[in-house]
C-alpha cells in the first residue's frame, strides 16, 4: 500500500514541476517573478519528491 502512495507522490511531484512551469511561463510578470514563484513551486515537488523517496526505502 505505501508502495502505492509512494508511485503517486512520485506522479504528483512531477506533475506540480510541469505545470508550475506553464504557468510561470504564461503569467505576466516581470522574469524574476516567474523565476521566484518556478523556483517556490519546484521546493514544494522537491519536498513531496523527498517524502516519496522516504516510503519508499522504507522509512
Not at 524574476?32 to 517556490?40: A, C, G, H, N
Not at 519536498?47 to 516510503?55: M, P
Request: aromatic fraction near 12%; glycine fraction near 10%; charge should be positive.
Amino acid at each position: 500500500m505505501l508502495q502505492v502512495l509512494a508511485g503517486f507522490l512520485y506522479f504528483v511531484s512531477g506533475a506540480l514541476l510541469v505545470l508550475g512551469g506553464i504557468t510561470a511561463a504564461q503569467i505576466h510578470a516581470p522574469l524574476w517573478q516567474k523565476l521566484l514563484m518556478f523556483l517556490v513551486i519546484a521546493a514544494i515537488a522537491s519536498a513531496i519528491f523527498w517524502v516519496a523517496r522516504r516510503i519508499r526505502q522504507g522509512g
